[in-house]
């Protein structure tokens, strides 16, 4: 049977997380956790009942691997939204250009989630933005995280990062520059820096996924090495989609879920990234 333990639905050795989507009474987020085997049919199914039972008309999944999505789709889900999946081997950062030179990077501080919020609003469309606990899940995805932002001559926040490092795997978790900061180098100061990061603990690659047709952040990791990989990560639905509650937008993973390369794929899974 199928018990809710806070935000875990648990079924034998099955796991996944589950709750609101951003807020939303009517929709759910349903996403496998890390670590868990490849959801069965009849887990899908029984996680759908189960929120039904708590009065949610429609759920969302976070973002799944091939292998993750055959029990949703099987069980009625539907493709929503498609992602890219990259990876980075690490190698030949030393002579990796970190940007224009003009970009100044510093930790976060916790008096800037305000502004790097902000920033996330103007970078993304409605539905990929982050609000405070879809940034609380990209900063607690993985064991160990880097925060940083761009600031501006006067300190403002213009953009931000964050890189997430478990074992030797590396996850590019989020990336977000604002639209007026554009074509200074941010972005590609911001990922390089990661990278660094990663590489100076001995991390083994990266990986980052964005948005279908996202080109301008294709461009930018492109540019830095990262290759895309054969397999594609999709968000699936069923039932009432974000869409038909809130008006028409179009669906997003703002806060599908902590992390968002396959545990198959590797442990966590990262944020939608956008260069933006």
């Given at each position: ?19 609101p989507w951003r807020g939303s009474p ?37 973002a799944l691997a091939p292998v993750e ?132 603990w001995r991390a083994e690659q990266c ?70």
């Amino acid at each position: 049977m199928a018990t809710l333990d806070t935000d875990v639905i648990r079924w034998g050795r099955e796991r996944a997380r589950t709750g609101p989507w951003r807020g939303s009474p009517q929709v759910a987020l349903l996403t496998p956790l890390p670590g868990a085997p490849v959801p069965t049919l009849a887990f899908v199914r029984r996680c759908v009942d189960t929120l039904s039972a708590q009065g949610f008309t429609g759920v969302v999944t976070g973002a799944l691997a091939p292998v993750e999505q055959r029990a949703f789709l099987a069980a009625g889900f539907a493709e929503a939204e498609r992602l890219h999946l990259l990876s980075h081997s690490l190698s030949g950062l030393s002579a990796a250009r970190a940007g224009s030179g003009r970009a100044k990077l510093r930790r976060a501080w916790g008096r800037d989630q305000a502004a790097v919020l902000q920033v996330d609003a103007t970078a993304f469309p409605l539905f990929w933005q982050l609000d405070e606990a879809g940034l609380t899940d990209a900063l607690t995805a993985t064991p160990h995280t880097r925060f940083q932002v761009a600031v501006t001559d006067t300190g403002a926040v213009v953009g931000y990062a964050i890189t997430g490092r478990s074992g030797r795997n590396g996850y590019l978790q989020r990336l977000a520059v604002d639209p007026l900061q554009q074509g200074r180098g941010l972005g590609r100061a911001l990922v390089v820096d990661g990278l660094r990061w990663l590489s100076r603990w001995r991390a083994e690659q990266c990986v980052v996924n964005t948005q279908w047709g996202n080109e301008a952040a294709l461009g930018l990791y492109e540019r830095v090495g990262f290759h895309r990989l054969p397999q594609a990560l999709a968000v699936l639905s069923k039932g009432d989609s974000p869409a038909q509650v809130t008006g028409g937008q179009s669906i997003s993973a703002a806060r599908m879920a902590s992390v968002t390369a396959s545990s198959r794929l590797a442990p966590h899974r990262s944020k939608p990234a956008s260069e933006r």
